[in-house]
């Protein structure tokens, strides 16, 4: 006898229960036992002291009540319902995003192409005119030599092209949706749940999806993924670096007669500029953080590296790849930053 059998009784529903009983696998213990060739115990229930009765889920009232779907069901009921709209999906969104494969291929190759005593020297330079500090250019120098001294200058080299292409897109996708929120009171309120959503889904759910949709050999499933997750902050950092100007100077431009376009770029994108800086720091930031979350399905770079220390239990390799991502992660944020501080004072 099950926990709630009693419930449906007094509800008169037995005949229904008992018409829409299967014979599925239920739990996983259910199925470890079937795969097993075994049987689970499928004995009357003893009694449940009242403090320890179960949440009545749809697992615990499907045992009293066979028309009542399992858990089981409702997932199943979710692959489908995917698997049915995947073909359709496919067929969209395979030309729209093919491009970004193109992009993720062709800058592996160049970045990889380019000598390292050249690709070093032209970081360095990169670093100097975006930042002017002299401590913060050595430290990239530094970071890069040290990283071809230990022979992982080349996955270094391949985990910072993914983020280059990855980060520009974020941007030319993120900051225009940035501009129209700050302008749309009701588009904000739309758009904010799916902000919320991407921030916190688990890192590896985005996979789940777009394993199913593209091949892992195309550039494309990792290039999405990272950008999925990377394109929040500068979303939001730009919507509200807008609305954070100073309404006093939002009128002043309106008092000289400027329009919404001259305003916006004139007026508004540069006192918003320090915000925007700091949303692209941390896409930045998520952009390093997923690209070796992505390698788990054929993203190159460290975090193949960390990915072999882990599968072959070699500590040393995943150590000393996770201390390179480490490494790239502070020379990044330092250098964008440098960058923005300089912003900052350019503005004040």
Do not use: H
């Amino acid at each position: 006898m099950a926990t709630y059998d009693g419930l449906f009784e007094a509800a008169g529903l037995e005949e229904w229960c008992s018409g829409g009983a299967t014979d599925g696998p239920m739990t996983m213990a259910e199925m470890l036992a079937r795969a097993n060739g075994t049987q689970v115990e499928d004995g009357p229930d003893p009694a449940v002291p009242l403090l320890e009765t179960p949440f009545p889920s749809l697992d615990a009232l499907n045992k009293s009540c066979g028309a009542i779907p399992r858990s089981r069901d409702m997932t199943e009921a979710v692959e489908q319902g995917f698997l049915t709209i995947k073909d359709p999906l496919k067929v969209v969104l395979d030309p729209l995003t093919q491009p970004l494969s193109w992009m993720l291929d062709a800058s592996l190759e160049a970045f990889q192409a380019i000598p390292w005593f050249i690709m070093i020297p032209l970081l360095v330079l990169a670093t100097w005119f975006a930042s002017r500090r002299i401590g913060v250019t050595l430290f990239v120098a530094f970071a890069f030599l040290f990283m071809a001294f230990i022979d992982y200058y080349d996955d270094a080299i391949k985990t910072l092209s993914i983020i280059f292409v990855c980060t520009i897109i974020s941007i030319l996708l993120g900051v225009p949706i940035g501009i129209a929120m700050s302008r749309s009171n009701a588009l904000q309120r739309m758009t904010i749940p799916i902000l919320d959503m991407l921030q916190t889904l688990p890192t590896f759910v985005y996979l789940i999806p777009l394993i199913f949709l593209f091949s892992v050999t195309e550039s494309k499933l990792y290039g999405i993924a990272i950008i999925l997750y990377a394109i929040v902050p500068v979303i939001r950092l730009t919507d509200l670096g807008i609305r954070l100007v100073d309404k006093d100077v939002i009128e002043a431009a309106d008092a000289f007669g400027m329009s919404d376009r001259q305003k916006l770029w004139g007026v508004q994108i540069p006192l918003a500029l320090p915000n925007i800086m700091a949303g692209i720091n941390q896409t930045i930031m998520m952009s390093l953080a997923m690209v070796v979350i992505a390698s788990l399905v054929s993203a190159p770079g460290l975090g193949v590296k960390v990915l072999a220390g882990i599968r072959n239990l070699e500590l040393g390799v995943g150590l000393v790849a996770g201390f390179c991502i480490v490494l790239l992660a502070v020379l990044l944020d330092r250098a964008t930053k440098a960058a923005l501080g300089r912003i900052d004072s350019s503005a004040r």
